[in-house]
T-cell receptor
Framework: QKEVEQNSGPLSVPEGAIASLNCTYS??????FFWYRQYSGKSPELIMS????GDKEDGRFTAQLNKASQYVSLLIRDSQPSDSATYLCAPSAGRASKIIFGSGTRLSIRP | EAGVAQSPRYKIIEKRQSVAFWCNPI?????LYWYQQILGQGPKLLIQ????????DSQLPKDRFSAERLKGVDSTLKIQPAKLEDSAVYLC???????????FGDGTRLSIL
């Protein structure tokens, strides 16, 4: 079992719709969860972090965390063509623990 | 705030040659990371420094890869000798402290012929 699992995609979503990206992780000790966006040929950039169960909203982005189910998701509302990228899920077990990156989900927003 | 600086941006070498990459983290960031990212995969951690000490180098192929962070600021990653499978993007990242969000440099794209 991989430490961090994401559907590789591509996930195709119409412009203006909600894109839902999912991630499961194996380490029950994970405390911090990060979502990174990576455009083709570019380096990852942090878009969301979440540390406690529930939802966290930032603009069009909402991160959802369920530690009991070892599941974290990212919702993108009103999807735009500029959201087309690979989204990397990255949990961390806390201080002195490395952040493990998933392989990413490729998202494509179609006009 | 200046971001993470990496050089060179691109490097092409032949197998069995050596290569070195340089990284200057964001000022004040204690933790520095080197990642290898192969096309279609997520970044794989090679080595993690806290100031000038190594926290994790469990996935660093130590027979050919080496890294140092003298004085706890900038860092170099070296490959000697290079193999074909080392073709990848090498990313440097830094964070304020361990397990804090990381900020990435633009990366070095390495091609091995």
């Amino acid at each position: 079992q991989k430490e961090v699992e994401q559907n590789s995609g591509p996930l195709s979503v119409p412009e203006g719709a909600i894109a839902s990206l999912n991630c499961t992780y194996s380490d029950r000790g994970s405390q911090s969860f990060f979502w990174y966006r990576q455009y083709s040929g570019k380096s990852p950039e942090l878009i969301m972090s979440i540390y406690s169960n529930g939802d966290k909203e930032d603009g069009r982005f909402t991160a959802q965390l369920n530690k009991a189910s070892q599941y974290v998701s990212l919702l993108i509302r009103d999807s735009q063509p500029s959201d087309s990228a690979t989204y990397l899920c990255a949990p961390s077990a806390g201080r002195a623990s490395k952040i493990i990156f998933g392989s990413g989900t490729r998202l494509s927003i179609r006009p | 705030e200046a971001g993470v600086a990496q050089s060179p941006r691109y490097k092409i070498i032949e197998k069995r040659q050596s290569v070195a990459f340089w990284c200057n983290p964001i000022s004040g960031h204690a933790t520095l990371y080197w990642y290898q990212q192969i096309l279609g995969q997520g970044p794989k951690l090679l080595i993690q420094f806290q100031n000038n000490g190594v926290v994790d180098d469990s996935q660093l192929p130590k027979d050919r890869f080496s890294a140092e962070r003298l004085k706890g600021v900038d860092s170099t990653l070296k490959i000697q000798p290079a193999k074909l499978e080392d073709s990848a993007v090498y990313l440097c990242a830094s964070s304020l402290d361990l397990s804090q969000p990381q900020h990435f440099g633009d990366g070095t794209r390495l091609s091995i012929l």
